[in-house]
């Protein structure tokens, strides 16, 4: 706006009229809070009447980079009335200086309406999102100084890869939402800023500005930090389709001045920032002939850049295309949350489509995921026209609030009395709205690590390490490894300086000792971290780690003696059997198929019947299974015992069989089992459940056995993987080791309350008090550790985390199998390798144990009650 026209000598008032509803605002249908006011500044420039209306900075790079050309177009108003040829007053200087300061170039040009600066530079430092090298051109025009931020560097799409700089990248993006818990979309330029640095600590390397221009702010830290940006157009019509037709305004001829509009105003704003390698022409909005004007703006106005729009290429869409030749105006085709099999199956066969592939939404991050993040990344890796893909999204859209009792919580969709809304569906970020990371934020940083390492022969030492950066060597990181044994490390070392280039796979000896016995478990843990200081992390920051367990022959266990075993005094009544050992006391319940009592040392140990469970608290990616689970009663089962008797008996141990079945109210039983208790007179118990899920059960969300121990159980171990949440498919963040933690600390907070802080592959945990007394769950298998103060339906039933109750027990599940997480919310189905299916037979065989601080947990864990 030019308000010159209209101000007066002495003070002037603008008054600005915000309008929260026009016709703009069908073009404006994001999945975000509906805000009212005027979120980014808003500022007056007081300009000389001669002065530089644009600048358009163009960068060439000769074919091995050895030359590089600067061509600044350069467009001026002159003030013909200061001077008698004009020229004077459109003379515009042009000093180029590299980062150090040292001017490289300085020289001046005499415009007229619009001209060219050109100033070559000899052996360029070239940008990218890994050292993003930038030079500094200072524009001087009419006592006007204007910096423009430079970087050189091409891309270009050859044989269906994209290359940046002549290298074959992947984006390894995530999708970004401006959103701040107080302050809406209103972002500080600091809030900004920790949101680039954060994602640079966890290996991201792209940004999709979703679904709009960020600040121009946001895009000059992303030059200086390291980021490929997709810019995208402020332009969604997404709730056209709740009128039938999508595609209704993006072919409506009468809007096309408007989507112009939008995408012209973004490009000769953000045109000067190397950052940007591609523009999207907007979000979910079908596809028309308004698009196709745009793209072919675009492409006339900036042919340097790659164009992309995911709307035309969505299966809605392009499968109703009476000519999809009218997409070829895009550079790549996109898709979001297609599944692995269309990728693998139609996408990469389809011989008429030859574009690279960007995902630019996949992995919903919503609540307790995403769960397949290493599935898709997998195929990224194995096929180069996988351009990578963009996670979505970034941050919970939580608004900070407070009770009325002053508990402070995050709100979301609908805790305003707002109708209609999208409940807690915008809470859906790898980060909460304060910033704190998410598990999936730590499950992301490690799949997509720049480093990998495999095992090549680890008797030898010998690891194979494989550079992933595209443009860096190893040299800045330091290779970091030790070994553990049973969890404690015994040997440890550094090499520096690892010299691998980019693509490159080498071998590497570590100098560690092979253990000579099996005297335990024995892993090797690699990491590496940054040997410099950086923009973004100091020294010490970990880039990524493997593990492998070394190929020693594990500890034999122990036939457990029975003839030293203390003898049982077993007594039966019509409905209970009661067992005593030397100091212990469990009561067995013929009647429910499971014990009601167990003592240890006069030591409660349980507060209720344990039980057989498979709910648990739904996952926002359960949202659309959960009902078939809800409509199965898994969440309310019924057990139904058919018989219990005794199969074998002496004074050393007792076995009870008892029949049973699982089901719901009016349902036919989900699961039929048959379970072997066997009580030794060391106090162990011994299960053994052999099961079959019924065949129309599409799947389980877990099956295990559930206790509940007395108050004052607040002490975890366990050996597994941790030390935060484990999951089938979200575990790549998480090492194998022994962990302590309280039974607090094993929670882990979601907005949207839901499954939660269980631990994949364990192979024993204890739960004790303060005196060390408690019990002791060994698998002959591994099993999955869930340890909490809330059981399932708790979690379940609440909506936000204030409104859970904590209990004083403790509730312990030990799951045969808890099922994987995914990314359904707003993805594909569950892959079927990480479901517990009808075709799973269940095996399930678990030893429990009364524990004193004084026992050898070692010597108790090797103990085999498998005769």
């Known amino acids: 706006f030019n308000v010159t026209d209209y101000l007066k000598a002495g003070k002037n008032r603008i008054a600005v009229m915000v309008l929260k509803w026009c016709d703009g605002s069908y073009l404006e249908d994001q999945d975000m809070w509906r805000l009212s006011g005027i979120f980014r500044d808003v500022y007056l420039l007081s300009r000389p009447k001669a002065h530089i209306t644009d600048i358009f900075v163009k960068t060439e790079l000769s074919s091995n980079f050895d030359k590089g050309t600067i061509r600044c177009e350069v467009e001026v108003i002159s003030d013909t009335a200061s001077s008698g040829t004009g020229l004077e007053a459109s003379s515009v200087r042009a000093v180029l200086k590299d980062m150090q300061g040292k001017t490289l170039s300085d020289t001046s040009s005499n415009i007229s309406g619009s001209g060219n600066i050109e100033i070559s530079v000899t052996e360029p430092k070239l940008w990218s999102a890994e050292s993003p090298s930038l030079y500094e051109l200072y524009l001087y025009h009419n006592g006007e100084v204007i910096l423009c931020k430079v970087g050189f560097r091409t891309i270009e799409i050859r044989d269906s890869v994209i290359f940046i700089n002549s290298m074959p990248v992947k984006f390894k993006g995530v999708n970004r939402h401006d959103s701040h818990p107080q302050l809406g979309h209103a972002i500080p330029v600091d809030h900004m800023r920790r949101d680039l640095i954060l994602m640079k600590q966890h290996n991201i390397n792209a940004i999709r500005t979703a679904h709009y221009p960020n600040d121009p702010r946001f895009l000059e830290m992303c030059d200086e930090l390291g980021f490929y940006v997709i810019d995208e157009a402020d332009l969604e019509t997404h709730g056209c389709s709740n009128a039938g037709d999508l595609n209704m305004l993006s072919k409506d001829p009468r809007f096309e001045e408007a989507y112009l509009d939008r995408m012209q105003r973004m490009v000769e704003r953000d045109k000067n920032h190397a950052s940007i390698l591609i523009w999207s022409l907007g979000n979910e909005s079908g596809f ?15 042919n340097s850049r790659l164009l992309h729009y995911e709307g035309a290429f969505s299966p809605d869409c392009f499968n109703t295309l009476e000519n ?37 939404e996949f992995s919903h991050a919503m609540g307790n995921g995403p769960g397949d993040l290493k599935d898709y990344w997998d195929e990224f890796y194995q096929h180069p026209r996988l351009a990578g893909g963009f996670v979505w999204e970034w941050t919970d859209h939580g608004v900070k609030s407070t009770t009325s009792d002053g508990i402070e919580y995050y709100a979301y969709g609908g805790d305003f ?29 490690s ?37 553990e044994k049973d969890g404690i490390v015994v040997e440890n070392g550094c090499t520096s300086g690892v010299s691998l280039a980019p693509h490159k796979t080498a071998t590497v000896t570590l100098p ?15 990491s590496f971290c940054l040997a410099v200081n950086t923009a973004w992390a100091k020294i010490g920051h970990e880039i990524s780690f493997e593990q492998f367990e070394l190929p020693v022959a594990k500890i034999k266990k122990v036939i457990v003696d029975k003839a030293v075993m203390r003898s049982l005094s077993i007594e039966r009544t019509q409905e209970e059997i009661l067992i005593t050992g030397y100091d212990f006391k469990y009561v067995y319940n013929m009647f429910y198929g499971t014990f009601t009592t167990m003592e240890y040392k006069g030591v409660k140990m349980i507060c209720s019947r344990p039980k057989f469970n498979v709910w648990r608290a739904p996952t926002d990616n359960d949202m659309y299974i959960k009902k078939h689970w809800m409509a199965e009663g898994l969440d309310r089962l019924n057990t139904h015992t058919y018989g219990s008797l005794v199969t074998e008996e002496d004074e050393k141990h007792i076995t009870i069989k008892s029949d049973f079945s699982l089901g719901g109210h009016t349902r036919m039983p989900a699961i039929r089992a048959c379970v072997l208790w066997t009580v030794f007179g060391s106090g162990d118990i011994v299960m053994k459940l052999q099961g079959k899920i019924r065949e129309d059960i599409q799947s389980l969300p877990r099956f295990g056995l559930q206790l509940c121990m007395p108050k004052g159980n607040e002490f975890v171990e366990f050996f597994g993987y941790g030390p935060h949440e484990s999951y089938i498919d979200k575990r790549r963040s998480t090492r194998k080791s022994r962990y302590a933690s309280s039974v607090d600390e094993m929670h882990e907070s979601y907005l949207m309350p839901q499954e939660n802080g269980s631990h ?71 892959l079927p390798q990480y479901r517990i299916s009808s075709e799973s037979e269940i095996n399930f065989m678990l030893r429990i144990k009364p524990l004193f601080k004084d026992d050898s947990l070692t010597d108790i864990v090797l103990g085999d009650y498998s005769f």
């Open 288 to 302: 028309g002939s308004n698009h196709i004007k745009m793209a072919q703006w675009a492409k006339v106005r900036d």
């Open 324 to 360: 999809k030749a009218d997409t070829n105006c895009f550079d790549v085709y996109s898709r979001m949350y297609p599944s692995i099999e269309w990728i693998t199956d139609e996408f990469l066969k389809d011989e008429g489509e030859t574009r690279p592939l960007i995902l630019c």
């Open 417 to 445: 009395g707002d109708e209609p809304n999208d409940g807690n569906f915008c809470i859906d970020g790898l980060v909460t709205p304060d910033r704190t990371p998410h598990r999936g934020l730590l499950e992301l940083k």
């Open 447 to 483: 799949v997509i690590a720049p480093v990998r390492v495999e095992a090549a022969d680890l008797a030898k030492g010998r690891v194979k390490i494989t550079n992933l950066y595209d443009f860096t060597d190893l040299t800045h990181l330091a290779l970091n490894w030790n070994i």
């Open 512 to 526: 560690y000792t092979m253990p000579e016995k099996a005297d335990g478990r024995y892993f090797l843990n690699i």
């Open 760 to 830: 994949y592959s364990t192979e024993w945990a204890t739960i004790t008090n303060e005196l060390g007394t408690g019990l002791l769950f060994v698998g002959m298998d591994d099993f999955s550790l869930n340890v909490s103060h809330y059981t399932p339906e708790d979690i379940t039933r609440a909506k936000h985390p204030h409104e859970l109750k904590r209990r004083d027990e403790t509730i312990v599940n030990v799951d045969w199998r808890m099922g994987g997480i995914g990314s359904n919310s707003c993805g594909p189905e569950l």
